[in-house]
């Protein structure tokens, strides 16, 4: 039994004790307590997102049969841009190239200035293969939605289909953002979230708070996580040269193997990550790309690699690069080796959670799903997302929605080929940004 059922239990057995006592005093009581103006609400957006959890559902299988990559969605685009017309939403389309920004307009807003909240949602697919098996399997050979892009956006439409149709009481406006090319960048392009923002995506009206999401199978369906400061950790990234002697493979002693002494500086790195590390901190160091040698009997001269290094701490993250340098430095000497170290700090920054925006939403939820769906996560994810070009500059929460339910497609990690959400996912996520929305708009006024 969760904490919100305990409390709901308790409070039923002191107000049929408080009758009893009635009864025995020679008062007769009335009734019992009449729920409140807040349950009566809870239960109204419940109700409203189950009732648009099929919409939702049925949205969500048409783009991932229809993936696009970066700077192409100009499909999905079009989709969101109609569904929010259809709600009576306004509408700016190619913000940031191919993104798309909708304004609903609270009724609610009696005089002066008013508060907006921000829902932000991406909408590119990955470069990988979908493997799905469903019939919506993507219809575009080589680009499949496994990173849950296409429920994000989705589950926005679902939000937005219920602040629509409570857009009467809503005490400020809802702004709603449709990200264009949030997956990994190249050098001579920028993310599309600073496309949309050099595009003006936070002007007429600029949020006062920013709200988004990511779905994870780590948590179980109807659930959502998160956390106060950093809730993904960002990146850093390094290129890194080992500089050695080459040599004919019959003298191996007149050289110095670049690619023997690569191999020692992965070893050494992978063991720095489990050795110099507080346990109580997450991290993460990957050496994703290694190339040297030029023939299969000359001791290579040079090897270049290329990694990316993610950790919990936004305090030891400043400390990484000397402590890195000092490892490679060492083995490096110990065989005479050179090296060429180039290191990224915050490649990718952290997204950071700001206090009020996180106990507002943590509220809200715990409102329409129960405490016992709301989890306070412990560390960040290890990963990147430019939602943090947002929140950098608006104050707010990127949260985790759990995606796993019974279906053993639901519990693939993101990325993988056959990722897969749970139907239970869909009311659950939009109650929780329906109500929040509703929530920082009155917390807004009432201040």
Not at 147 to 158: E, K, N, Q, R, S
Not at 377 to 405: C, I, K, N, Q
Not at 417 to 432: C, G, K, L
Request: charged share 25%; net charge negative; with cysteine.
């Amino acid at each position: 039994m969760g904490l919100a059922n305990v409390y709901m239990d308790m409070t039923e057995v002191a107000e049929v004790y408080a009758l009893q006592r009635g009864k025995l005093r020679g008062k007769e009581p009335t009734a019992m307590t009449p729920r409140s103006d807040a349950d009566n609400l809870a239960n109204e957006v419940k109700a409203a997102a189950n009732a648009v959890a099929a919409r939702v559902k049925e949205i969500r299988e048409d783009i991932h049969a229809h993936p696009e990559l970066r700077y192409q969605e100009r499909r999905t685009a079009a989709l969101c841009a109609e569904e929010l017309r259809s709600l009576g939403i306004e509408v700016t389309e190619g913000v940031g190239q191919t993104g798309v920004v909708g304004v609903l307009r609270g009724g609610a807003i009696s005089s002066g200035a008013c508060q907006t909240v921000g829902f932000r949602a991406e909408m590119d697919a990955l470069p990988t293969e979908d493997l799905c098996g469903h019939p919506w399997q993507s219809t575009n050979p080589g680009v499949g939605h496994h990173c849950g892009h296409d429920g994000h956006v989705a589950a926005l439409l679902g939000t937005a289909r219920v602040l629509a149709g409570m857009r009467d009481r809503l005490e400020g406006n809802v702004k709603f953002l449709f990200e264009p090319a949030e997956e990994a960048t190249p050098d001579d392009e920028i993310a599309g979230s600073t496309a949309m923002i050099n595009d003006g995506a936070l002007d007429d009206p600029r949020p006062d708070a920013i709200f988004a999401c990511h779905f994870y199978p780590e948590w179980p369906a109807g659930s959502i996580a998160m956390k106060v400061g950093s809730s993904f950790s960002g990146n850093d990234y390094f290129e890194l040269t080992v500089k050695g002697k080459e040599s004919h493979s019959a003298v191996p002693w007149k050289g110095i193997d670049a690619i023997v002494v690569a191999a020692q500086v992965i070893s050494a790195l992978q063991s720095f990550t489990a050795r110099q590390l507080d346990i109580e901190e997450a991290a993460s160091l990957t050496v994703g790309t290694i190339s040297g040698g030029r023939a299969s009997n000359i001791l290579a001269e040079t090897v270049e690699m290329t990694g990316t290094v993610r950790i919990s701490s936004e305090e030891i993250r400043d400390d990484l690069p000397a402590m890195i340098e000092r490892t490679i430095k060492g083995v490096c000497e110990s065989f005479g080796a050179e090296y060429d170290l180039k290191y990224f700090s915050r490649h990718l920054p952290a997204v950071i959670c700001t206090q009020a925006e996180v106990d507002l939403m943590r509220s809200a939820s715990i409102e329409v799903l129960g405490r016992e769906h709301v989890i306070e996560m412990r560390h960040p994810r290890l990963a990147a997302d430019t939602v943090h070009e947002w929140l950098d500059r608006v104050p707010g929460v990127f949260f985790m929605v759990g995606s796993a339910g019974e279906s053993p497609d639901t519990r693939y990690p993101s990325h993988h080929q056959r990722f897969n959400i749970a139907d239970e996912t869909w009311p659950a996520v939009v109650a929780a940004e329906s109500m929040t929305a509703i929530r920082y708009l009155q917390q807004a006024r009432s201040e």
